[in-house]
């Protein structure tokens, strides 16, 4: 049973563009949720994240939006640029958790140029 | 401080055969995690420290997996009998903060291990 679901394996998006990945989680108690970047042979690298308290949180080019009554969540990234091609991972955790992060099965970006 | 350090970064081993891997977090974590990753998956939680205690063991951690953290700094992981279904990029994680969440978590940038 997947508690953090990223239904779209693959996302290949043209350099300037907005990129947007999309994560869903059927765990009501996750409160805080974070996505991370991973590049081929390396561990996954933290991006951004969201408390459940809010509903968006930006970061120069990366926003998150957190849509609790829907249960999901979405990282923008604009403009899109080559170096963002890499797979982002959705997470997310709980306070009963330990702070274990339940992870999703990544979405591939590719940024052409 | 560079961050959390895993060691080895590769490790080709015949089944059958014991490996250990080792993690250094980044000094001031107290909080340390165990992920196994798998190709086209997500990393998988496998164990988690805080401090030198062991307080959760994912159902993923046989028998065949122990790990330790020992003085509440570096920790290992070792695998005994290794099967080739063992074979995954095992990543460790490390956090600061009192909370049970709310802070991000560091990660090495792992061992992958091959069982031939």
């Known amino acids: 049973d997947q508690q953090v679901k990223q239904n779209s394996p693959s996302l290949s998006v043209q350099e300037g563009r907005i990129s947007i990945l999309n994560c869903d989680y059927t765990?009501?108690?996750?409160?805080?949720f974070l996505w991370y970047k991973k590049y081929p042979a390396e561990g996954p690298t933290f991006l951004i994240s969201?408390?459940?308290?809010?509903d968006k949180n930006e970061d120069g080019r990366f926003t998150v939006f957190l849509n609790k009554s829907a249960k999901h969540l979405s990282l923008h990234i604009v403009p899109s640029q080559p170096g963002d091609s890499a797979v982002y991972f959705c997470?997310?955790?709980?306070?009963?958790?330990?702070?274990?992060?339940?992870f999703g099965k990544g979405t591939k970006l590719s940024v052409k140029p | 401080d560079t961050g959390v350090s895993q060691d080895p970064r590769h490790k080709i081993t015949k089944r059958g055969q014991n490996v250990t891997f080792r993690c250094d977090p980044i000094?001031?974590?107290?909080?340390l995690y165990w992920y196994r990753q798998t190709l086209g998956q997500g990393p998988e939680f496998l164990t988690y420290?805080?401090?030198?205690?062991?307080?959760?063991k994912s159902r993923l951690l046989s028998d065949r997996f122990s790990a330790e953290r020992p003085k509440g700094s570096f920790s290992t992981l070792e695998i005994q009998r290794t099967e080739q279904g063992d074979s995954a990029m095992y990543l460790c994680?490390?956090?600061?903060?009192?909370?049970?969440?709310?802070?991000?978590?560091?990660f090495g940038q792992g061992t992958r291990l091959t069982v031939v």
């Open positions: 969201i408390s459940s308290i809010k």
């Open positions: 997470a997310a955790s709980y306070g009963g958790s330990q702070g274990n992060l339940i």
């Open positions: 994680a490390s956090r600061a903060g009192q909370g049970a969440s709310g802070t991000e978590a560091f």
């Open positions: 000094s001031e974590h107290n909080r």
């Open positions: 420290f805080q401090n030198e205690a062991q307080l959760e």
């Open positions: 765990n009501s108690m996750f409160d805080y």
